[in-house]
């Protein structure tokens, strides 16, 4: 999921960004969440801080100004987006202060352009943020483990079995959890498909798929495996694989 916050009591303005989001990241078939805040003090507050991938910013709001409440987003988010949405021309450098990926004018012409070029941006930033280390425990064990090393999770009674590629060889490690809340704890990655109800494959080491729905899982020195897509999740399972085979050429 693909989080934005929009800072901004200009309802007119909000209500245009709205339409230009969806009418970018909806052909996309991107999942996304918009929530909007009419003050910094309303954005700083929520307890999802942390959770939003993108922070459109308009600078002047009472309370807190667009700055100030970049500053506090870095605090408490050090790896979001941050762009200003501003009628102000003066302030951009120092908009950068804040790492902020654009600095856009709302009155431009070009806006529209330079809206969509910073969600794209943010999308990449966001994708490659998922393939960072995740602390993940197992037991009394505590394991820093790269998303793209996992070959395949899947659930066992009240347990997790994740199979994960280390030095060449795939070893199985067992934690108590839902499969359901997986992906948001490896930062939604968005490689891992589902096959069917309980077993999430990364689509890095899917080597073929046959005429009977079977696919072929080849990791490592050690590791091959046939795992069959339940017929409720073969079209969507299909039709993701093409798509990430074809993003990888």
């Known amino acids: 999921m693909f989080r934005i916050a929009i800072c901004d009591d200009n309802k007119t303005f909000l209500s245009r960004e709205l339409d230009l989001i969806a009418s970018y990241l909806d052909p996309l078939k991107v999942k996304y969440k918009v929530d909007v805040f009419q003050s910094g003090v309303d ?9 939003f991938d993108l922070f459109l910013l308009d600078y002047e709001m009472e309370g807190l100004n667009g700055f100030e409440t970049a500053k506090v987003i870095r605090e408490k988010a050090p790896k979001s987006c941050i762009a200003f949405v501003t009628v102000y021309y003066e302030f951009s450098r120092e908009g950068y202060k804040y790492d902020a990926i654009r600095y856009l004018i709302k009155h431009e012409m070009s806006f529209e352009m330079e ?5 794209e941006r943010a999308l990449q930033i966001k994708n490659s943020h998922s393939n960072d280390p995740k602390l993940l425990e197992f037991g009394n064990k505590s394991l820093k483990v ?19 590629l280390e030095k060449s060889i795939v070893t199985c490690y067992k934690k108590r959890g839902k499969i359901d809340s997986v992906l948001k704890e490896l930062g939604n990655a968005n490689y891992f498909l589902a096959i069917r109800t309980g077993i999430l494959v990364n689509l890095k080491y899917v080597r073929s798929i046959d005429r009977k729905g079977f ?28 798509k990430y085979l074809g993003d990888k050429s």
């Open 146 to 164: 790269n998303p793209e090393s996992i070959v395949y999770i899947q659930t066992s009674k009240h347990y997790l079995l994740y199979y994960i």
């Open 215 to 242: 696919i072929n899982i080849i990791a490592g020195s050690n590791f091959t495996k046939l795992i069959r897509i339940s017929d409720s999740y073969k079209t969507d399972f299909i039709n993701g694989y093409m």
């Open 43 to 51: 954005l700083v507050q929520t307890e999802q801080l942390s959770s």
């Open 115 to 119: 809206l969509q070029g910073c969600l």
